[in-house]
Antibody, heavy 125, light 111 residues
């Protein structure tokens, strides 16, 4: 059974940092492009970042302005998102999501078949 | 880049068929067959129901179908049921700076 379990969310002050983790199991993690998608309270989905299966291709959403860093450890079946200079607009549930098809070092096509339960990030003073 | 355009809300009666549109540009929806649709219930993670315009993942009801014409993709729900009341989002691959863009979401109400 495919499982994606996020952790690391919480309350952080404006300007602070947070590192999210996602533990993957039930599939060959190293064969899939992985992503982070977020959803602000009462708002729609926003794609945040993507990393190809071997980590070669990395993309970020326009609004992030170089503040976030995605990474993965294929030996530990884990995905990470380091978030710096957090602001109120970053308050959201952050989901770890898997591309629908296994691919070898390709950019995501935006189809995500497995989602974690999400971890809440609240930026407030 | 701009989000894909979806109607904020749609409604229908049980048993009816209903279509939700998702309008983009030639740089996303119109240019690639990488349109996906997600269903989301309150407090839950989204669920993929359509990918690559018209493909249904295993286990997704055949009442859900997808299509595309020009820069507009569509999700059709046939035989509307009370349990379909939820939010729906489209997404597309895009040739812009970022590879993925979502629609703003559509709230489906079953009357």
């Amino acid at each position: 059974e495919v499982q994606l379990v996020e952790s690391g969310g919480g309350l952080v002050r404006p300007g602070g940092s947070l590192r999210l983790s996602c533990a993957a199991s039930g599939f060959t993690f190293s064969s899939y492009t992985m992503n982070w998608v977020r959803q602000a309270p009462g708002k729609g989905l926003e794609w945040v970042s993507s990393i190809s299966s071997g980590g070669t291709y990395i993309y970020y959403g326009d609004s992030l302005k170089g503040r976030f860093t995605i990474s993965r450890d294929n030996t530990e079946n884990s995905l990470f998102l380091l978030m710096n200079s957090l602001g109120a607009d970053d308050t959201a549930v952050y989901y770890c999501v898997r591309d629908v098809k296994p691919t070898v070092e390709r950019v995501t096509a935006g189809a995500f078949d497995f989602w974690g339960q999400g971890t809440m990030v609240t930026v407030s003073s | 880049q701009s989000a894909l355009t979806q109607p904020a809300s749609v409604s229908g009666s049980p048993g009816q068929s209903l279509t939700i549109s998702c309008t983009g540009t030639s740089s996303d929806v119109g240019g690639y067959d990488h349109v996906s649709w997600y269903q989301q219930y309150p407090g839950k993670a989204p669920k993929l129901i359509i990918y690559e315009v018209s493909h249904r993942p295993s286990g997704v009801s055949i009442r859900f179908s997808g299509s595309k014409s020009g820069n507009t993709a569509s999700l059709t729900i046939s035989g509307l049921q009370a349990e379909d009341e939820s939010d729906f989002y489209c997404s597309s691959y895009t040739s812009g700076i970022t590879p993925v863009v979502f629609g703003g979401g559509t709230k489906l109400t079953v009357l």
